[in-house]
């Protein structure tokens, strides 16, 4: 085991020595990146979630840590940009939108598309034509796009994460270890 899983093991009051609580280790451990920075995480959280058992009170932190870790990696700022941009360019030709009851890869200016691939992609993510230019209408538009935006990147990253794409090595050599102590 790792320095960081006889920590969490010793904050928490685990025995290693106890399968189900290895396996606990391990599991809140996987797909962390900074162990240290969790260890204090789990130091500092500790009391303040109260549930029955040790290994309940370890999950529960392990969750919430994976989670905020998760918000920081989003591009939060890419993603207010696209979404500003995009609903402007969507309130620009709402008018013809209106007029002409066309779709938005219709829409051209000096021959080229007014619309990128990955903008048509958004709107279609978000709704129909009719749903869109009523969002843009209330100001809604930017909102709908800017959580669009973070849910696609979130579920992106959640996949990645999924495959082990990232999986700390240190982990890695401890799953195998507990694995192999359990056969």
């Known amino acids: 085991m790792t320095t960081q899983a006889y920590q969490i093991a010793n904050i928490f009051g685990l025995d290693v020595n106890n399968k189900q609580h290895s396996i606990a280790i ?3 451990l996987n797909g962390i990146d900074d162990l240290d920075e969790f260890v ?3 130091r500092d959280g500790r009391e303040k979630i109260k549930f029955a058992s040790k ?3 370890l999950d529960a932190l392990a969750y919430s840590y ?3 870790q998760l918000e920081k990696k989003l591009p939060h700022d890419k993603a207010r940009l696209f979404a500003r941009k995009l609903s402007e360019k969507v309130k620009e030709c709402r008018h013809v939108i209106e007029d002409h009851h066309c779709q938005f890869w219709h829409i ?3 021959g080229d598309h007014y619309f990128t691939k990955k ?3 958004a709107l279609d993510f978000i709704g129909g034509v009719a749903w869109i230019v009523e969002l843009s209408r209330n100001n809604d538009l930017e909102d709908k796009i800017y959580s669009a935006y973070i849910s696609a990147s979130r579920e992106k990253f959640v996949k990645t ?3 082990g794409a990232g999986t700390d090595k240190s982990v890695s050599a401890l799953i195998g270890k ?3 102590d359990m056969k």
């Open 26 to 28: 391990v599991d809140a």
């Open 40 to 42: 204090a995480y789990c």
């Open 55 to 57: 290994t309940e009170k």
């Open 66 to 68: 994976k989670k905020e």
């Open 108 to 110: 051209m200016v000096d």
């Open 119 to 121: 903008e048509i992609k």
């Open 161 to 163: 994460k999924r495959l």
């Open 178 to 180: 507990t694995v192999k």
